[in-house]
C-alpha cells in the first residue's frame, strides 16, 4: 500500500484496497484451517499423542489445499460480481480486476504458506515462520519497488509482485518442513492416511473460525462498498486505515497464535492455572502495544498519512480516520486472550456465534444506521465498535468456567502413545 501510494496516489490506493477486501473473503478457507489445525496437533502433543500429529499434518493438507482451490476458481469466476457489489470506481476497476485474477491464483501459494507456517507453530518452532514470513515480505517489498516503482506497471506490478513472492515462499518453506520433520514426509501419502475421523476432527474445528472469517470478510465488503460511494480519497484513506488494522491485527493475531498454542498443550494436560496465566498475560501484553500504537496515530495523524501519500484530499480525512480506527485496535488487543482462550480449548462454535453477532448485528446493521445519521464516519465507526464484541463474549466464558469442562475429542487408532 506504501509504495503503490507513493507512486499510484488516491486511486491506485483505492483499488489496492478493494482487492485486499475482496481478497480477504477468498483466504478465509486458508486461514481457517491454519488456526484451527495447530489447536489439535498442540492438544495432541499436551497429551502425548505423537501418532496422531502425522495423520494431522496430512490430513490438513490436503483439506485445506482442495478447499482453496476450490475458492480461488470460484473467486475467479465471480471477479466482476465481487468488484461491483464494493461498487469499484470505474477508474480503477481495470487494475483492480487484473490484480484480483492474479490473486485468485496466488490463493493456492498462500494456503499452503498459511499451513506450514501454522504447522510449524502447532510442532513448537515459532522462529521459522516469523522467518519465511520476513523472507516472503522482503521479496514482495523488492519486487514492488523494481515493478511499481521503476517500470510504473502499478496494480498488475504489485499483482505479480505478490505472486512470485508467495511462490518462492511456499518453495523455500516446504523444503524446509521436509528437512526438518522427515517423519511428515508425504513420498507416499495417499488418502487412506487421512481417516475421515481425523478429516472430521479438523473440520469441526476450522469450519466455526472459517465461518467468522466469512461474516468478517462480508461485514468488511458491506463497510467498503459504501465508503466507494464517497470518492477515491475517501476510498483511499479507507485503505490506509485498514493497512494500519491490518499491522495491528497482525500483531495480536501473533500474539494471540502463540497464547493458542499454550492453552491447547496446557488444555491437553489439564493445568487450568495455566491457562488463566496465559489469557491474563496475552491481554496485557497486547494492551502495552496498543497504547503506543494508539498514541501514536492519535497524536501524529497527518504524518502517519503522509508516510502513504501527498495528497491533501486524502490526507485531510487524517484526523477523524485514524482517531476511530483507534478504537478498533483497542478492540483487536483485548480480544487476544478471548481468542487464545476459545480456540486453545477448541470452542470454536461460540467464536462463530459472536462472529454472527460482531459482523451483522454490529458492524453492518448498526454501522448502516450510524452511516445514515454520521456519513462516511458512521460507517467506520459501526466497524470499529464491532471489535469488542469477541472481547466481551471471551470474557463472560472466561468468567463462567466452562472451558474447563470442556472434551475435545479426537481420533485414536492405535494404543501406542509415543510412537
Not at 93 to 114: E, G, K, M, P, Q
Request: hydrophobic fraction near 50%.
Amino acid at each position: 500500500m506504501l509504495i503503490i501510494g507513493r507512486y499510484n496516489g488516491a486511486s491506485g490506493m483505492s483499488g489496492l484496497n478493494i482487492c485486499y477486501i475482496v481478497y480477504g473473503l477468498l483466504t478465509m478457507s486458508a486461514v481457517g484451517f491454519s488456526f484451527g489445525g495447530p489447536i489439535l496437533i498442540a492438544q495432541q502433543s499436551g497429551r502425548r499423542k505423537y501418532h496422531l500429529i502425522r495423520k494431522t499434518v496430512r490430513s490438513l493438507f490436503f483439506l485445506a489445499v482442495a478447499v482453496s482451490t476450490a475458492f480461488g476458481f470460484a473467486g475467479f469466476l465471480c471477479r466482476d460480481l465481487l468488484l461491483q457489489l464494493v461498487h469499484t470506481p470505474s477508474p480503477v476497476y481495470t487494475d483492480a480486476r487484473f490484480y484480483l485474477s492474479i490473486s485468485c491464483l496466488t490463493l493456492l501459494f498462500f494456503t499452503v504458506n498459511s499451513i506450514l507456517y501454522a504447522v510449524f507453530r502447532g510442532l513448537g518452532n515459532s522462529k521459522m515462520p516469523l522467518l519465511l514470513v520476513l523472507f516472503q515480505s522482503a521479496v514482495n517489498i523488492l519486487l514492488d519497488l523494481i515493478l511499481v516503482g521503476q517500470f510504473h506497471y502499478g496494480l498488475k506490478g504489485a499483482a505479480f509482485a505478490m505472486l512470485v513472492s508467495q511462490f518462492a515462499a511456499g518453495i523455500l518453506g516446504s523444503l524446509l518442513f521436509l528437512q526438518l520433520y522427515k517423519p511428515f514426509s508425504f513420498q507416499k501419502y495417499g488418502l487412506e492416511e487421512s481417516s475421515e475421523n481425523m478429516l472430521s476432527s479438523i473440520l469441526r474445528i476450522s469450519l466455526p473460525i472459517i465461518l467468522f472469517g466469512i461474516l468478517m470478510s462480508v461485514s468488511a465488503l458491506f463497510i467498503n462498498s459504501n465508503v466507494n460511494t464517497y470518492g477515491a480519497s475517501a476510498s483511499a484513506a479507507d485503505g490506509i486505515g485498514n493497512q494500519l488494522k491490518n499491522l495491528v491485527s497482525a500483531i495480536s493475531t501473533g500474539l494471540y497464535q502463540g497464547a493458542t498454542i499454550m492453552v491447547a498443550q496446557s488444555f491437553g494436560k489439564k493445568d487450568f492455572q495455566r491457562i488463566r496465566q496465559v489469557f491474563g498475560r496475552t491481554i496485557l501484553v497486547g494492551l502495552s502495544f496498543c497504547s503506543f500504537l494508539v498514541a501514536v496515530v492519535v497524536i501524529l495523524p497527518e504524518q502517519v498519512f503522509g508516510l502513504f501519500t501527498s495528497d491533501p484530499s486524502v490526507i485531510s480525512y487524517a484526523g477523524n480516520c485514524l482517531l476511530i480506527f483507534a478504537v478498533s485496535f483497542a478492540g483487536l488487543f483485548l480480544a487476544t486472550g478471548p481468542f487464545a482462550l476459545l480456540e486453545g480449548v477448541g470452542n470454536t462454535r461460540l467464536e462463530s456465534v459472536s462472529g454472527i453477532i460482531e459482523n451483522f448485528a454490529v458492524r453492518i446493521l448498526l454501522g448502516y444506521l450510524l452511516g445514515k445519521a454520521f456519513g462516511l464516519y458512521g460507517y467506520w465507526l459501526g466497524g470499529a465498535l464491532a471489535s469488542f464484541v469477541m472481547p466481551a463474549v471471551g470474557y463472560v466464558y472466561y468468567r463462567s468456567g466452562r472451558w474447563k469442562t470442556r472434551n475435545v475429542s479426537y481420533p485414536d487408532n492405535t494404543h501406542n502413545s509415543n510412537e
